[in-house]
């Protein structure tokens, strides 16, 4: 193996492992396909949604893109030189309960305790007038707290309310930080409506005597929710951000003014890598559109909000280690603020417990490990350096069919934006049904007997456009299904052999079939086909599954499957791949194959079909 001289400490670097041999990148390939018995290591290399290919290691490359330093175009590395202001980003929370006095005192609290601005979904709140606006705001020091709207159905009417709101306080409108959530685009693309892109002009002029309020908010969450890639969230907002640079500068705002104008919010899921690369991408191809629109050189204001698609019903305490990761990579990534979904926002109104935890994730990473203090902690790291250049060139090419096809209100109303969208959340959903994507608590390893948290339920979003797509949501819906059966689904587990040679497969068919709701009947195992179907029988269940060995199935599946059907099984299962004994055990009365890379949700459908339950919950029989 080859070696590199080794440096010492006295030139100022820190020579790591310097006592061992460095080896070649073709050296790491051979040793690699031994491990992996012959196959290429470029086999591991795993396929976006977006066309991108994640190879199982990256190496320098001098041909990368030049990220720059922090605070200097392209503002890759952040906005700011020294980063964020006394090592802090904007702990941002959202606040959505109609009922506005029990909401007023949310507030109070999440301000009492950490949250430095908030976000109103004016919608969800029921806001119908500055009144209201100002009991919701009772209490809040507006000069120090920054308010900014946002809401699915658009319009000025909220952003009105509260520059009311604010001229009828005591605070100088210098003191003033928000943003009036403006984004004709996205209501367009929500609700399947034409876009009034002029709103944006008035906004403008609503907000032009407060220096530190911006009056348009470009929202890609709402295309993100309905199933949107990564690159695809960056080209729509880079093709709104232009509609609306073009709208601003048309009635004579200047460029550097329409700039200052816009926010822009990324949603950031569990892919922690992802969203690092999005937000620092982001800053990139915005800095690429300022600079050849002729404004000066500055950075996107950024707010990432923890993604509502990831969110889940079934088992929502896992949702905590969701944000967890997706405040992890909003910070890491360079936001200025954001915003922490609570645990159980799936379910309902969050209660203060769950507002707590949300709150409390941004401050443990900005208290106790200090996230906040670093520069672009990512920055330097081979696979998030190639990671976002792929998804800024990505996201370009995709923005510019968009221009080419007129900007981006043609594209939504052509339904250009919406047949992408389908197509990467399509791409997204076959994953997830394969469990390729797996979702902890929902597609592996369920707990059908949880009881879930009791909340206020919200009246029901009507979206004619775009609408949310969580994707733990068909397997939720399956579950659901099998809970409200009767009698209750069950499974008969036909373990061949020894506990030791039927446990691991028992144990992940279990898995497999709870996860619709559909419990597993264990034992530990039968030495013969007839006393296999004695036990199913006297289990009382219409469907089993085979478990144990390879060696067992050799001997035992077939006379099992047999049995089993003689015995009255509807559906018998194998769990395993079948090879070459497909032909003989499924004329033996095997009906499917359960194993790695089935379509798990067909499968249980299909299960609860058998069972005479539908997916609404309704009984076939």
Same mark, same amino acid.
């Given at each position: ?68 330093l ?98 009828k ?25 034409e ?21 348009v ?9 309905a ?89 929502p305490?896992?949702?905590?280690l ?9 910070a890491?990534?360079?936001a200025?603020?954001?915003t922490? /979904?609570?645990?159980? $926002? *799936?379910?309902? =109104?969050? @209660?203060?417990? +769950?507002? &707590?935890? !949300?709150r409390? %994730? ?25 990671l976002?250049d ?29 047949? /992408?969208?389908?197509? $990467? *959340?399509?791409? =997204?959903? @076959?994953?997830? +049904?394969? &469990?390729? !994507?797996?979702? %902890? ?7 059908i ?17 775009l ?9 939720e ?26 446990? *691991? ?9 709870e996860? !619709? ?33 390879d ?15 003689t ?10 791949r079948?090879g070459?004994?497909? *032909? ?38």
């Amino acid at each position: 193996m080859t070696t590199e001289p080794v440096q010492s400490s006295a030139d100022g670097n820190l020579a790591l492992g310097a006592e061992f041999p460095t080896p070649s990148h073709d050296e790491w390939v051979e040793l690699a396909t031994k491990v992996l018995k012959g196959k290429a290591p470029d086999s591991l290399t795993v396929t976006t949604a977006d066309g991108i290919g994640i190879p199982p290691l990256f190496v320098s490359d001098e041909s990368r893109g030049d990220s720059g330093l922090p605070g200097s175009a392209p503002f890759t590395r952040g906005s700011a030189a020294l980063g964020r202001t006394d090592g802090a980003w904007d702990v941002r929370q959202q606040h959505d309960d109609p009922d506005l006095g029990r909401a007023n005192q949310a507030i109070l609290d999440d301000l009492e305790r950490g949250a430095t601005s908030l976000v109103l979904d004016v919608d969800r709140l029921g806001v119908d007038s500055a009144a209201d606006l100002e009991s919701l705001l009772a209490g809040v020091y507006l000069d120090l707290i920054g308010v900014h709207l946002t809401s699915s159905t658009g319009g000025l009417t909220a952003a009105r309310h509260l520059v009311d709101v604010w001229k009828k306080g005591s605070a100088p409108a210098s003191a003033l930080v928000g943003n009036l959530g403006v984004d004709p685009l996205a209501t367009a693309a929500r609700h399947g409506i034409e876009a009034d892109v002029s709103m944006v002009v008035e906004a403008a002029t609503l907000a032009a005597e407060f220096e530190a309020v911006r009056p348009v908010m470009v929202d890609t969450s709402v295309y993100a929710d309905a199933g949107a890639s990564d690159a695809q969230q960056l080209a729509y907002s880079l093709a709104t951000g232009v509609a609306y640079l073009r709208e601003l500068t048309t009635a004579g705002t200047s460029i550097d003014d329409a700039c200052n104008a816009l926010a822009f919010r990324f949603s950031i899921d569990t892919d922690q890598f992802a969203g690092i690369a999005k937000l620092r991408a982001a800053r990139r191809i915005w800095a690429r559109v300022c600079e050849a629109s002729g404004a000066a050189a500055q950075g996107q204001q950024q707010n990432a909000v923890t993604a509502s698609a990831m969110m889940t019903t079934a088992d929502p305490w896992v949702n905590l280690l969701r944000v967890t990761v997706a405040t992890f990579a909003a910070a890491t990534g360079g936001a200025d603020s954001i915003t922490t /979904q609570p645990f159980d $926002s *799936a379910l309902g =109104v969050s @209660d203060d417990f +769950a507002r &707590r935890l !949300a709150r409390n %994730t941004q401050l443990l990473l900005l208290e106790e490990s200090n996230l906040g203090r670093v520069v672009d902690p990512a920055g330097g790291s081979w696979y998030v350096e190639q990671l976002t250049d792929d998804l800024a060139a990505k996201a370009w090419d995709i923005f510019q069919q968009i221009e080419a096809a007129g900007g981006m209100a043609s594209a939504i109303s052509s339904g250009m934006v919406a047949e /992408q969208i389908a197509a $990467s *959340a399509e791409f =997204v959903a @076959d994953r997830v +049904a394969k &469990r390729k !994507a797996a979702i %902890t608590g929902v597609s592996e390893f369920p707990n059908i007997d949880e009881v879930l948290p009791e909340r206020d339920t919200r009246a029901a979003e009507v979206a004619d456009g775009l609408s949310l797509r969580r994707r733990s949501e068909p397997f939720e819906r399956l579950r659901s299904s099998a809970a409200g059966a009767a009698p209750a689904p069950t499974i008969f587990l036909a373990n061949l052999g020894t506990v030791a040679e039927n446990t *691991a497969r028992a144990t992940y068919a279990q898995n497999f079939f709870e996860v !619709a709701g559909i419990k597993g009947l264990a034992n530990d195992g039968f030495a013969t086909a007839a006393d296999t179907a004695t036990a199913f029988v006297e289990s009382g269940a219409q469907l089993a599954v085979i478990c144990s060995a390879d060696p067992v199935y050799a001997e035992l599946a077939a006379p099992a499957a047999e049995a089993l059907k003689t015995a009255g099984a509807t559906r018998v299962y194998l769990a395993g791949r079948p090879g070459d004994h497909e *032909a003989a055990w499924t004329a033996a009365g095997v009906d499917e194959y359960i194993h790695i890379g089935v379509d798990v949700l067909a499968t249980l459908d299909r299960a609860l079909t058998t069972l005479g339950i539908s997916s609404d919950g309704t009984s076939n029989a």
